[in-house]
């Protein structure tokens, strides 16, 4: 049996990644409720619409409770939107609904709009290339202490590592490949 993981299921893309994370044993749990994360040692924050998901954290109280849990010992993987929430400064956004934990700023659309939606092969840590989706993705600028690139795409990151916390510009969850996924269960503690 596989990690118990939460995955964050207010908006956005959370089936697809409840669905890879089932396909690679681990056990998930659906987070809405501060109580949901009994137990479960990562969380996925999806993609989606960051200032959607950014207010359900707030009014279910779920932000402070996500907050003290990844200080503490939770795993995260932050995907396109999640990430924007996950980072300290969001360019031209107010702080409210965001777990602004990871030392980044994240400009949001900076790859341009849905019609410009586009994909690429990012060399993933040094190795074989893996195919990004970007979706009106986010671009991750002046990465803190402590962090560390796991892909570039045109020479900056969109994907990096901080702590336990993954975060990417991109959408693994709707690609076949699975080392993002496998990545973040590897960080989640037993
Ligand atoms: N695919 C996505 O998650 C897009 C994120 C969206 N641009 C936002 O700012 O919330």
Do not use: K
Not at 74 to 94: F, K, N, Q
Not at 126 to 139: K, Q, T, V, Y
Request: with cysteine; charged share 25%; net charge neutral.
């Amino acid at each position: 049996m596989g990690p118990a993981v939460g995955v964050v299921a207010f908006q956005g893309a959370w089936r697809e990644h409840r669905n890879t994370l089932e396909s690679l044993g681990a056990s998930v749990r659906l987070l809405r409720r501060p109580e949901d994360l009994e137990g479960v040692s990562g969380v996925v924050l999806p993609g989606g619409e960051s200032t959607v998901i950014g207010r359900f954290l707030e009014q279910s109280g779920l932000a402070p409770a996500l907050r003290a849990s990844l200080e503490e010992r939770t795993a995260l993987l932050a995907t396109c939107a999640g990430a924007i929430l996950a980072c300290r400064e969001v360019e031209g956004s107010p702080p409210q609904g965001r777990l602004g934990l990871v030392p980044a700023r994240a400009v949001r659309n900076a790859y341009g709009g849905q019609r410009e939606s586009f994909e690429a092969d990012l060399p993933w840590e040094g190795g074989d290339s893996l195919r990004g989706i970007f979706i009106r993705a986010p671009r991750f600028e002046d990465l803190g202490e402590g962090t560390r690139v796991l892909a570039r795409h045109r020479g900056e990151p969109v994907a990096f590592l901080w702590n336990r916390c993954l975060l990417c510009a991109f959408h693994p969850e709707l690609g076949e490949d699975l080392r993002v996924h496998r990545r973040f269960l590897d960080l989640c503690p037993s």
